[in-house]
């Protein structure tokens, strides 16, 4: 019958006054438009009494009347017509007959029911849930999420670190009661006491009341940390034969299960964890039996890759550990991947893997598969770091170094991956020689984070070292994952260098070790498409860049350590190149404060270089250079951060205080790269012809490095230079590849604005022809031709390029590109 009742509204309000609020539910829940009828379903504790409090404050105690059940034999009164609210939650001794009573005459009167149940209720029909008459809230939604757990936190005055919070939620599976006991609970221990708890909780809570039955179906479905349809049919063979999809109905009607996608359910943990608990404390061994009969049922019907987690679940660790360390699944699926068995083992419980560091290890590895968890890797590598034996060098510890480093640098933080790299320096120069050979692999992937530290700390001569001496490892032992990754930050180090060659030829290098392995669409490519498209930049060939940027842009965000701030550095000198400011808009987005390794100390220099690239696109040099005051003290690259602000000078038509800028480096020194040399001559060889001064100097020095590197883009971003060299008013050299200089520029430039050339087959076997030393007419017969056609042919060629004999056209068709 329904009564004021103020000692259950004063109690649900007190625990209402103590929680946290939840908008996405309030609102839903307590607006005009929302059903007449309003189900709360969930287990014990889910805080369905909690709620319904929530909801009676916010619509005002005068609107809203509490339902419970009458004395003993005292008769049932209507439902008055004037009350609008009614709340009934069964967690206050509402029984079976008054619930449906109110529920019945409430209907009548046109009055709003809203209702906390642990069980589905019957009055509820299909047909008013279809009409929209009646809504129940599942447990998903009742469930705390993450952030509702870290704002519970806050108000609580608990200081949560993200893996301490991310362990949480994971253990409660969000449960609001055991969320609630942990948090409030914390000084006194609690927290490590959580799983203890939450399996009492179970155990008192959701388990008591359940028969013999239905226990033994949720204990065996608990074997698996997830299921379909099929899996669950094997492991409930020896209780029922009932359809799955109507258990796996009846118990997420009850709030047991959550569904887990695609096609798949998973017990709530604190329930599972419970479930196991009592059946290893009660049918020992019957775990394993049931986990490997459902392994080998998956692997008989071709699903070896799902079979996986139910190996380890059955304790298989000797096949599991040897396919997962040789980075394969031939053991179980001969036609898996290493990306399969990683989705596979993502899979597993945590109880699964808590006691073993290369178990919580390889958890943490498979965490980065793209998208990369980063708050999943750090946990697994916070849980392995508790278990690991520091005292000498082994594999699990070196592991854990390195990946320690790499989640650092994933943070921006270069300070504490060289703290934990000097940890792990110590390991190894304490081991013996017999220790360092067994665990050679983990050492050279180490010294691939040392290289890759480096990098980012902008020492590029050190992480050149580091990366060769990974590389040499890695070959050393066959190892060619760590060949290629080393390739690909290498290739990317030698471009910085200004080795354009040694890095045109670590790129290839790369390409086929890629090819014959099948890996070119990895994450890891990010760093050899960005150095393929920088070489294009320097050689001038900018048609051919954005196809390589696209591709590392591609794979951005699948890299758990993005270079967005070098690829935005890639994207501002295309910009500048060719003056777009669609381009120059790429470079903008990428360089900002989205990505936290944009704080790591080069990838800050980059950023800020390219966001004044940017700038000077967009004819705004002043801004342009007050990017720079940030890094103007760096000491990561200072030789480009100068060339940027004499390039910014000359915006400002300050030819005098771009020079001033270069002064520091014009005594060419160990300091300068040749690229940075080429660019430091062409900037004073413009400003001389900006300030009428003889540019012959500067630019005599500068054909010789270009002679040597090959580049063009140092002359083509200078307009006055660029000009004067293709009006060949600037002298160039009589031979070699720089002869051809300003011929080559203008071809350049017509090739970035409309395209390479098309030639048909005939010219390009005539072009091939005559880059060697082959007269017309053995080239007329090699090709059986007459000597006629073969001048008609050449003139079309020659008509394409833009040239009047055979040398000019080798010599432009090799600056394109289209010749090697």
Same mark, same amino acid.
């Given at each position: 019958?329904?009564?004021?009742?103020?000692?259950?509204?004063?109690?649900?309000?007190?625990?209402?006054?103590?929680?946290?609020?939840?908008?996405?539910?309030?609102?839903?829940?307590?607006?005009?438009?929302?059903?007449?009828?309003?189900?709360?379903?969930?287990? #014990?504790?889910?805080?369905? !009494?909690?709620?319904?409090?929530?909801?009676?404050? $916010?619509?005002?105690?005068?609107?809203?009347?509490?339902? =419970?059940?009458?004395?003993?034999?005292?008769?049932?009164?209507?439902?008055? #017509?004037?009350?609008?609210?009614?709340?009934?939650?069964?967690?206050?001794?509402?029984?079976?007959?008054?619930? $449906?009573?109110?529920?019945?005459?409430?209907?009548?009167?046109?009055?709003?029911?809203?209702?906390?149940?642990?069980?589905?209720?019957?009055?509820?029909?299909?047909?008013?849930?279809?009409?929209?008459?009646?809504?129940?809230?599942?447990?998903?939604?009742?469930?705390?999420?993450?952030?509702?757990?870290?704002?519970?936190?806050?108000?609580? @005055?608990?200081?949560?670190?993200?893996?301490? /919070?991310?362990?949480?939620?994971?253990?409660? &599976?969000?449960?609001?009661?055991?969320?609630?006991?942990?948090?409030?609970?914390?000084? !006194?221990?609690?927290?490590?006491?959580?799983?203890?708890?939450?399996?009492?909780?179970?155990?008192?809570?959701?388990?008591?009341?359940?028969?013999?039955?239905?226990?033994?179906?949720?204990?065996?479905?608990?074997?698996?940390?997830?299921?379909?349809?099929?899996?669950?049919?094997?492991?409930?063979?020896?209780?029922?034969?009932?359809?799955?999809?109507?258990?796996?109905?009846?118990?997420?009607?009850?709030?047991?299960?959550?569904?887990?996608?695609?096609?798949?359910?998973?017990?709530?943990?604190?329930?599972?964890?419970?479930?196991?608990?009592?059946?290893?404390?009660?049918?020992?061994?019957? $775990?394993?039996?049931?986990?490997?009969? #459902?392994? =080998?049922?998956?692997?008989?019907?071709?699903?070896?890759? &799902?079979?996986?987690?139910?190996?380890?679940?059955?304790?298989?660790?000797?096949?599991?550990?040897?396919?997962?360390?040789?980075?394969?699944? !031939?053991?179980?699926?001969?036609?898996?991947?290493?990306?399969?068995?990683?989705?596979?083992?993502?899979?597993?419980? &945590?109880?699964?893997?808590?006691?073993?560091?290369?178990?919580?290890?390889?958890?943490?590895?498979?965490?980065?598969?793209?998208?990369?968890?980063?708050?999943? *890797?750090?946990?697994?590598?916070?849980?392995?770091?508790?278990?690991?034996?520091?005292?000498? %060098?082994?594999?699990?510890?070196?592991?854990?170094?390195?990946?320690?480093?790499?989640?650092?640098?994933?943070?921006?933080?270069?300070?504490?991956?060289?703290?934990?790299?000097?940890?792990?320096?110590?390991?190894?120069?304490?081991? +013996?020689?017999?220790?360092?050979?067994?665990?050679?692999?983990?050492?050279?992937?180490?010294?691939?984070?040392?290289? +890759?530290?480096?990098?980012?700390?902008?020492?590029?001569?050190?992480?050149?070292?580091?990366?060769?001496?990974?590389?040499?490892?890695?070959?050393?032992?066959?190892?060619?994952?760590?060949?290629?990754?080393?390739?690909?930050?290498?290739?990317?180090?030698?471009?910085?260098?200004?080795?354009?060659?040694?890095?045109?030829?670590?790129?290839?290098?790369?390409?086929?070790?890629?090819?014959?392995?099948?890996?070119?669409?990895?994450? *890891?490519?990010?760093?050899?498409?960005?150095?393929?498209?920088? %070489?294009? /930049?320097?050689?001038?060939?900018?048609?051919?860049?954005?196809?390589?940027?696209?591709?590392?842009?591609?794979?951005?965000?699948?890299?758990?350590?993005?270079?967005?701030?070098?690829?935005?550095?890639?994207?501002?000198?295309?910009?500048?190149?060719?003056?777009?400011?669609?381009?120059?808009?790429?470079?903008?987005?990428?360089?900002?404060?989205?990505?936290?390794?944009?704080?790591?100390?080069?990838?800050?220099?980059?950023?800020?270089?390219?966001?004044? =690239?940017?700038?000077?696109?967009?004819?705004?040099?002043?801004?342009?250079?007050?990017?720079?005051?940030?890094?103007?003290?760096?000491?990561?690259?200072?030789?480009?951060?100068?060339?940027?602000?004499?390039?910014?000078?000359?915006?400002?038509?300050?030819?005098?205080?771009?020079?001033?800028?270069?002064?520091?480096?014009?005594?060419?020194?160990?300091?300068?790269?040749?690229?940075? $040399?080429?660019?430091?001559?062409?900037?004073?060889?413009?400003?001389?012809?900006?300030?009428?001064? &003889?540019?012959?100097? #500067?630019?005599?020095?500068?054909?010789?490095?270009?002679?040597?590197?090959?580049?063009?883009?140092?002359?083509?971003?200078?307009?006055? /230079?660029?000009?004067?060299?293709?009006?060949?008013?600037?002298?160039?050299?009589?031979?070699?590849?720089?002869?051809?200089?300003?011929?080559?520029?203008?071809?350049?430039?017509?090739?970035?604005?409309?395209?390479?050339?098309?030639? !048909?087959?005939?010219?390009?076997?005539?072009?091939?022809?005559?880059?060697?030393?082959?007269? %017309?007419?053995?080239?007329? @017969?090699?090709?059986?031709?007459?000597?006629? +056609?073969?001048?008609?042919?050449?003139?079309?060629?020659?008509?394409?390029?833009?040239? +009047?004999?055979?040398?000019?056209?080798?010599?432009?068709?090799?600056? /394109?590109?289209?010749?090697?």
């Amino acid at each position: 019958m329904p009564v004021d009742g103020p000692e259950i509204a004063a109690e649900s309000a007190t625990a209402a006054s103590s929680a946290i609020p939840r908008p996405r539910l309030l609102t839903a829940l307590s607006t005009a438009d929302a059903p007449s009828i309003v189900v709360l379903q969930g287990p #014990a504790g889910s805080g369905k !009494s909690v709620l319904l409090a929530q909801i009676a404050r $916010r619509m005002g105690d005068g609107s809203v009347n509490w339902v =419970h059940r009458g004395p003993e034999g005292q008769a049932e009164r209507p439902v008055p #017509a004037d009350i609008r609210v009614l709340m009934i939650d069964d967690a206050c001794g509402v029984d079976t007959g008054t619930r $449906r009573s109110t529920l019945k005459t409430a209907h009548t009167v046109g009055t709003r029911v809203l209702v906390a149940t642990r069980h589905p209720l019957a009055e509820v029909t299909a047909a008013m849930l279809l009409e929209g008459r009646a809504r129940v809230v599942p447990v998903d939604e009742l469930f705390f999420t993450i952030d509702e757990v870290d704002a519970l936190a806050d108000q609580l @005055g608990v200081a949560l670190s993200r893996e301490e /919070l991310t362990d949480l939620h994971y253990t409660t &599976d969000g449960w609001p009661a055991l969320v609630s006991a942990a948090l409030r609970h914390r000084g !006194s221990g609690t927290m490590r006491q959580l799983p203890e708890l939450a399996t009492q909780f179970v155990r008192d809570e959701v388990l008591a009341a359940r028969s013999h039955q239905e226990r033994a179906l949720l204990t065996d479905a608990a074997v698996l940390p997830r299921f379909d349809l099929p899996a669950l049919a094997i492991l409930l063979a020896d209780h029922t034969t009932a359809n799955p999809a109507d258990v796996v109905d009846h118990w997420a009607r009850r709030g047991w299960v959550r569904y887990d996608g695609p096609d798949h359910w998973r017990l709530l943990q604190p329930l599972r964890q419970c479930l196991l608990a009592d059946l290893d404390l009660g049918q020992p061994g019957r $775990r394993t039996t049931l986990a490997t009969r #459902a392994a =080998h049922a998956m692997i008989a019907a071709g699903r070896a890759v &799902d079979a996986l987690p139910h190996l380890l679940e059955a304790s298989l660790h000797d096949i599991v550990l040897s396919v997962l360390k040789e980075q394969s699944m !031939s053991e179980v699926a001969p036609r898996g991947s290493w990306e399969q068995a990683g989705q596979a083992f993502a899979a597993l419980a &945590d109880d699964v893997v808590a006691g073993d560091p290369a178990l919580l290890l390889m958890a943490g590895v498979t965490a980065l598969r793209p998208p990369p968890d980063i708050e999943t *890797f750090a946990l697994r590598l916070n849980q392995a770091e508790k278990l690991l034996d520091q005292s000498s %060098l082994n594999g699990p510890v070196m592991s854990h170094r390195s990946l320690s480093m790499h989640l650092a640098r994933c943070r921006g933080d270069i300070e504490t991956a060289n703290t934990i790299e000097h940890t792990a320096r110590e390991l190894i120069e304490t081991a +013996t020689d017999t220790q360092r050979r067994e665990h050679a692999n983990r050492i050279l992937f180490f010294h691939y984070q040392v290289g +890759t530290s480096r990098l980012a700390a902008g020492q590029l001569a050190e992480a050149e070292t580091a990366l060769r001496t990974a590389r040499t490892m890695a070959r050393i032992n066959r190892a060619e994952w760590y060949t290629a990754t080393s390739e690909a930050k290498l290739s990317y180090v030698c471009f910085l260098r200004g080795q354009l060659t040694a890095a045109r030829q670590t790129v290839e290098s790369l390409l086929v070790t890629l090819g014959q392995h099948g890996w070119l669409e990895r994450q *890891f490519t990010d760093h050899l498409h960005i150095t393929q498209g920088m %070489l294009d /930049l320097e050689y001038g060939h900018t048609w051919a860049v954005p196809d390589h940027l696209h591709a590392a842009q591609a794979r951005l965000e699948a890299d758990a350590e993005p270079p967005a701030a070098r690829l935005a550095y890639a994207w501002s000198v295309l910009a500048l190149m060719s003056g777009d400011t669609g381009v120059a808009q790429r470079a903008m987005l990428l360089s900002g404060p989205d990505y936290p390794t944009n704080n790591l100390p080069l990838n800050r220099v980059l950023a800020a270089i390219a966001r004044a =690239h940017v700038h000077l696109v967009d004819g705004e040099p002043i801004t342009a250079l007050n990017h720079l005051d940030d890094v103007a003290d760096t000491a990561v690259l200072p030789p480009l951060v100068a060339i940027t602000r004499a390039r910014i000078c000359l915006a400002l038509d300050d030819p005098l205080g771009a020079r001033r800028e270069l002064t520091p480096y014009q005594e060419i020194d160990d300091r300068l790269t040749l690229t940075d $040399r080429a660019d430091l001559l062409a900037l004073l060889a413009e400003c001389a012809l900006r300030q009428g001064d &003889d540019p012959r100097p #500067a630019f005599a020095r500068l054909v010789a490095v270009l002679e040597r590197t090959g580049a063009r883009r140092p002359v083509m971003l200078l307009p006055q /230079l660029r000009d004067t060299v293709i009006s060949g008013q600037l002298p160039g050299v009589p031979s070699g590849r720089s002869a051809g200089l300003g011929r080559q520029l203008a071809a350049l430039l017509r090739a970035g604005s409309t395209g390479l050339p098309v030639l !048909s087959k005939r010219e390009s076997q005539l072009l091939a022809a005559l880059a060697g030393s082959a007269t %017309l007419a053995d080239i007329a @017969g090699s090709m059986y031709v007459t000597a006629n +056609t073969l001048k008609t042919i050449s003139r079309g060629l020659y008509r394409k390029l833009s040239v +009047t004999d055979r040398y000019q056209a080798v010599d432009v068709a090799r600056a /394109l590109g289209l010749l090697t």
